[in-house]
T-cell receptor, first 114, second 116 residues
Framework: SQQGEEDPQALSIQEGENATMNCSYK?????LQWYRQNSGRGLVHLIL?????REKHSGRLRVTLDTSKKSSSLLITASRAADTASYFC??????????????FGQGTTLQVKP | KAGVTQTPRYLIKTRGQQVTLSCSPI?????VSWYQQTPGQGLQFLFE???????NKGNFPGRFSGRQFSNSRSEMNVSTLELGDSALYLC???????????????FGPGTRLTVL
């Protein structure tokens, strides 16, 4: 079963606008990661935020993490048509018996119109 | 460094057959995880290997198995294929360190399996 729930499921915006996607999860985590997937291809890692971090930036990406609310958000600023893809959050609640396992949300499909 | 590679990229099989998928991790990575992606269930963890040992396994039937070789390359096998096994199978490599924490996983392009 999926741990993460993402909101919205689909998002359509114009080029240049900002896109915000939210992710909620259920259990304690070590870190939370965001991935992008273009049309049924492999996942591309975007950013990792650890449980003791609250905000992280990478280029046009900004990720926040609120462990008290068990939620995260991904903001893409000044979006481009090339940002059109599905975005997934994935959590790691690894312990010694749970290594190598990421639990993914259902994803947000982002369409950026030129 | 070369990324994660998976072969074959596409595969068509019929019910009852078996299939073997291959994954070569990023050089130096010793952990390989496998995931199944379907429209209905999303991305689900299959298993993880580190240093030729399966350390973790998801909730899949015993028809799904895997192994890892001394060079960290991994294979997964699905026996007695069912229609519901049609999916994109993704492998990911990470971490040369093998700690309990799962760090960034780098994914391959996937193998698209169609079962007829």
């Amino acid at each position: 079963s999926q741990q993460g729930e993402e909101d919205p499921q689909a998002l359509s915006i114009q080029e240049g606008e900002n896109a915000t996607m939210n992710c909620s999860y259920k259990t304690s985590i070590n870190n939370l990661q965001w991935y992008r997937q273009n049309s049924g291809r492999g996942l591309v890692h975007l950013i990792l935020i650890r449980s003791n971090e609250r905000e992280k930036h990478s280029g046009r990406l900004r990720v926040t993490l609120d462990t008290s609310k068990k939620s995260s958000s991904l903001l893409i600023t000044a979006s481009r048509a090339a940002d059109t893809a599905s975005y997934f959050c994935a959590t790691d609640n690894s312990g010694s018996s749970n290594t190598g396992k990421l639990i993914f949300g259902q994803g947000t499909t982002l369409q950026v119109k030129p | 460094k070369a990324g994660v590679t998976q072969t074959p990229r596409y595969l068509i099989k019929t019910r009852g057959q078996q299939v073997t998928l291959s994954c070569s991790p990023i050089s130096g990575h010793r952990s390989v995880s496998w995931y199944q992606q379907t429209p209905g269930q999303g991305l689900q963890f299959l298993f993880e290997y580190f240093s030729e040992t399966q350390r973790n396994k998801g909730n899949f039937p015993g028809r799904f198995s895997g192994r890892q070789f001394s060079n960290s390359r991994s294979e997964m096998n699905v026996s007695t294929l069912e229609l519901g096994d049609s999916a994109l199978y993704l492998c990911a490599s990470s971490s040369p360190y093998g700690g309990a924490r799962t760090d960034t996983q780098y994914f391959g392009p996937g193998t698209r399996l169609t079962v007829l």
